[in-house]
């Protein structure tokens, strides 16, 4: 909590919790609550780069049916562009690994605009 400069609400909370006539409502278990919301905090920031990964993957994706369906795709580009979208979801996917390792209760698939991004790998 003071990381994130909510020490005055913590002690407000912390308050609560000790007036509460609720058995199950203590400091203690107050704590575990943060310490969890912590965790998705700093979470927070490793889903919004993988988010970012995936949406310039799309465009990637985008770029190479682009340079597929042209009259006469150049051979050089065309592997330019597949070897940088390999790499790219390789990144995600080692992000994605990474993130369920540290936090395991984003331990389910991961799925972005109706696209699974681990397990079967970018599948639909």
Do not use: W
């Amino acid at each position: 909590m003071k990381k994130l400069l909510l020490k005055k609400q913590f002690y407000i909370i912390d308050k609560q919790y000790k007036l509460a006539e609720n058995e199950k409502q203590t400091a203690v278990n107050l704590i575990k609550i943060l310490a969890r919301c912590l965790k998705m905090f700093d979470a927070q920031t490793e889903i919004y780069k993988i988010i970012h990964l995936i949406e310039s993957r799309l465009e990637k994706v985008k770029q190479l049916k682009k340079e597929q369906y042209k009259e006469q795709p150049d051979p050089e580009v065309f592997r330019s562009l597949y070897s940088d979208l390999v790499r790219q979801s390789y990144r995600i996917f080692g992000y994605l690994r990474t993130l369920k390792d540290i936090e395991k209760s984003l331990a389910r698939p991961f799925m972005f605009n109706g696209n699974m991004y681990d397990g079967e790998f970018m599948i639909k």
